[in-house]
């Protein structure tokens, strides 16, 4: 009895080494290292002209990556993967690794399932009048192993609220977290540095974590939508905002809501009285509601995810930050969000130095 359990331990460790040693495989347009803090995409040797180019005139193998069909799938250093943005690299990688699933304050929102939305951060801030409790206040979306998206007022501190102090990953009921849900400290936010209270233009921040996140089912990070051009179909929000205009408890249950784009000009008509949007609806502002005004971002909501499922990357990609919305939610005002194409610059210069 002792033999064979000493041989299944060896034979165990045996195997866990082979597998740490062999080389992962990595297919057609996964990410690959070609050293020196060099990234470069996997691609059939003869789709890769530098690769192609070397083996022919000096004989250099290159970076091998996998085979597709009898052809060699090569790291390449090519035009299109040095013209890739870090973030979109980054996006990338975390598909190579993750099995990222993909299965919204929300007025007359439906209950999101565990592992729905696995990038979705719930912002927490101490209770002034009970410094035990932790009051979930806003929304965020995890970026990378580190870093999470939210707006700009969500953490600046204000007479009213003061900074979030915690951030909860992998949870969809916030009474009651899985057990999988992972709790996070603060360590420090990053508000844009054109942000002022007294506005909602460049709403958006980044909040670091005090250690790196451990990636599961439950929590994996989204990408950043780096182009211009926004579809008009199948854009969520989510959030654990308020779900009714009669009543101000916000919902323990992550909610998701479908919402269409509104034209900026259109949606401008809407807020043209407003303070907060006194130079008017802008380019780097996104506007989205629902048509039959039933859904909506709502108080609570702030700082989460506008998104869309991708069929490129099988993931999700934020193309918004849920900004500003009317006092009044639902109904046929569009709510803003803070457009994320317009700042990948500035979070790039954050979170991938």
Known sequence: MALTLCLMVLTAALLAY????????????????LGANRKGLCKPLSQCKPAFRQLSTSGIRPIHCSFKGFEEVVCCDD???QQLRKSELACREYMNELPLRVNPFIKSGR???PGDYPHMAALGYMDPLEPSQIAWNCGGTLISDRY??????????????????????????????????QTYHVK?????????????????????????????????????????????????????GVTSNTR???SDILQYATLSLVPNDKCNESYVSQKKVNRGVQDNMICAGDP????????????????????E?????????????PSVCGGLTPGIYTRVNRYVDWIESIVWK
Request: hydrophobic share 35%; with cysteine.
């Open 18 to 33: 082979i597998a740490s040693a062999m080389p992962r495989v990595l297919y057609e347009g996964d990410v690959c290292r």
């Open 79 to 81: 035009e299109v993967s």
């Open 111 to 113: 209950d999101a399932e």
């Open 148 to 181: 999470v998206l939210t707006a700009a007022h969500c953490v600046v501190p204000t007479l009213s609220r003061k900074s979030p102090v915690i951030v909860l990953l992998g949870a969809v009921n916030l009474n009651e977290p899985d057990f999988m849900a």
């Open 188 to 240: 420090k936010w990053m508000q844009h540095p054109e942000y002022s209270t007294t506005t909602v233009y460049n709403d958006i921040a980044v909040i670091e974590l005090d250690r790196r996140v451990k990636f599961s089912e439950n929590i994996q990070p989204a990408c950043l939508n780096t182009k211009s051009d926004i579809p008009n179909n199948g854009l969520e929000v989510t959030g654990w």
């Open 248 to 250: 101000s408890t916000k």
């Open 292 to 311: 039959q005004g039933k859904m909506d971002a709502c108080n609570g909501d702030s700082g989460g995810p506008l998104q869309v499922k991708t069929t």
């Open 313 to 325: 990357t099988n993931a999700y990609s934020i193309v918004g930050v849920t900004s500003y919305g």
